[in-house]
């Protein structure tokens, strides 16, 4: 594998205990270089009631619907 492509398109294959695995060292490999990672992103309040109340009425319909 030598290209970014070939690269995605093999992680695309892997299972999600790998894929954390893979982004795991990722991130270690970007730290030890010196690279600056980005920062966590920032939701508001408002935001979050909002998957919050969306989750609520998804378990809602999935119960119903079960």
Do not use: C, N, Y
């Not at 690269?7 to 999600?16: F, T, W």
């Not at 695995?21 to 010196?34: C, P, T, Y």
């Amino acid at each position: 594998m030598s290209t970014l492509s070939e690269i995605e398109s093999a992680a695309r294959d892997l299972p999600a205990a790998e894929k954390q695995q893979l982004l795991v060292f990722l991130a270690q490999s970007l730290r030890a270089e010196g690279q600056l990672l980005p920062e966590p992103r920032q939701f508001s309040a408002a935001e979050m009631q909002s998957w919050m109340d969306e989750d609520d009425r998804d378990l809602r319909t999935f119960r119903r619907d079960s």
